[in-house]
């Protein structure tokens, strides 16, 4: 299994970035993806996941981020608007055996890379 995380880069406050994760399962929709990040200084957080129904969010992005997924494409997406300035971290994607969304990142099996998003204030 990889996942292949792509999309960070600099953007300045208030803007948008769409993050995405490409999947090598071969049984993509039976598992659970969610997006994770860690800032400078900081342990790892939940950011948003997403299964067979709508998506789960951090509190600190509800409202400015969108999970969402393609099965076919085996790859799962994370649009986020109204940037602000904590939230530059590394963004993680991670995958999970299973159908709902879950913000426990110990009960997630297979991680990728990480890209860097930086926000600028």
């Known amino acids: 299994v990889q996942l292949q995380a792509s999309g960070g880069g600099l953007v300045q406050a208030g803007g948008s970035l769409r993050l995405s994760c490409a999947a090598s399962i071969r049984t993509f929709s039976s598992y659970v993806m969610g997006w994770f990040r860690q800032a400078p200084g900081k342990e790892r957080e939940f950011v948003a996941s997403?299964?067979?129904?709508?998506?789960m969010y951090a509190d600190s992005v509800k409202g400015r981020f969108t999970i969402s997924r393609d099965n076919a494409k085996q790859t799962v997406y994370l649009q986020m608007n109204s940037l602000k300035s904590e939230d530059t971290a590394v963004y993680y994607c991670?995958?999970?055996?299973?159908?709902?969304?879950?913000?426990?990142?110990?009960?997630?099996?297979?991680w990728g890379q990480g890209t860097l998003v930086t926000v600028s204030s």
């Open positions: 991670a995958a999970a055996w299973g159908v709902a969304a879950q913000g426990d990142g110990s009960r997630y099996d297979y």
């Open positions: 997403i299964g067979w129904g709508s998506g």
